[in-house]
């Protein structure tokens, strides 16, 4: 989704190809998830191309959302090591 919200600028109702997006069958599931949330919607039954939802835009707007920096113990006496969340 990232991909095809920095190809459209963030613009809405803009359509991209997957093959521009770079998308391969590894992703297929993660298309499947966004269209299942109504984050994207696809082209007809061709699969070829996508566009991002008002959802999926309020979603992927800039800027990000902050990552929260966690502590993790370790064994007492051990230096605790941080962990970025996002």
Do not use: C, F
């Not at 299942?36 to 707007?61: C, M, P, Y």
């Amino acid at each position: 989704m990232r991909k095809l919200y920095e190809a459209t600028d963030g613009r809405p109702q803009r359509w991209e190809s997957l093959d521009n997006l770079g998308a391969v069958k590894a992703d297929a599931a993660g298309i499947a998830y966004a269209i299942e949330r109504d984050w994207l919607i696809i082209s007809g039954s061709s699969l070829h191309s996508v566009s991002l939802t008002e959802a999926g835009r309020r979603r992927l707007k800039w800027p990000p959302r902050r990552a929260s920096t966690v502590l993790l113990a370790n064994e007492p006496g051990e230096a605790g090591s941080t962990a970025l969340l996002t």
